[in-house]
């Protein structure tokens, strides 16, 4: 299975490519995408291009995965979202449908991750229904805190993953 294309008013969710590549680099390379992410540590070209891989991954051999997110008025990279298992080393384990969202700098602040995960539950609920989601958010990360409240989430546990306290919220 390949991802569906979804859209809102402003943006535009669909699979990775390969072209996408060279942005999704220079998210991650950049201190204010990780800041709350991975320990705050910036993510290597090596690394990003195994979460390109990982991305495709995911419809091909589960049905789900994460979007890229672009700006319908600019064509503009805008980040990645979406649902995903990523069989996470945390104790106690997550559930399989985790939702995930990261967005590049420039659109922080706009509605967009509210924005695009209504688009993927309301996809997720159609093809998977009834299955509950989970999500992990750094404890400090308070605009990522909202978007999961907005979206239904409430939280269910603290734990700590990779040396960074994290909070897991569950809808």
């Given at each position: 299975m390949t991802a569906p294309e979804l859209t809102t008013e402003r943006l535009l969710l669909r699979g990775t490519?390969?072209?996408?590549?060279?942005?999704?680099?220079?998210?991650?390379?950049?201190?204010?995408?990780?800041?709350?992410?991975g320990g705050g540590v910036q993510q290597t070209r090596e690394q990003t291009y195994a979460?390109?891989?990982?991305?495709?991954?995911?419809w091909a051999l589960l049905g789900y995965g994460i979007f890229t997110v672009v700006e319908?008025?600019?064509g503009k990279f805008a980040g990645e979202v979406g649902i995903a298992?990523?069989?996470?080393?945390?104790?106690?384990?997550?559930?399989?449908?985790?939702?995930?969202?990261v967005l590049a700098p420039w659109c922080?602040?706009?509605?967009?991750a509210t924005e695009a995960l209504r688009a993927v539950h309301?996809?997720?609920?159609?093809?998977?229904?009834?299955?509950?989601?989970?999500?992990?958010?750094?404890?400090?990360?308070?605009?990522?805190?909202?978007?999961a409240e907005k979206l239904g989430y409430t939280e269910i546990d603290?734990?700590?993953?990779?040396?960074?306290?994290?909070?897991?919220?569950?809808?």
């Open positions: 490519r390969i072209t996408d590549f060279p942005d999704s680099v220079s998210m991650w390379t950049d201190p204010a995408t990780t800041k709350y992410i979460r390109v891989l990982r991305h495709a991954g995911h319908r008025a600019t298992s990523f069989e996470r080393d945390i104790t106690p384990p997550l559930l399989p449908f985790e939702a995930a969202w922080h602040g706009r509605g967009y309301t996809w997720f609920e159609g093809a998977f229904p009834n299955q509950p989601t989970q999500c992990i958010i750094d404890v400090g990360n308070v605009p990522s805190h909202r978007v603290r734990r700590t993953y990779h040396g960074s306290p994290l909070i897991v919220f569950q809808r």
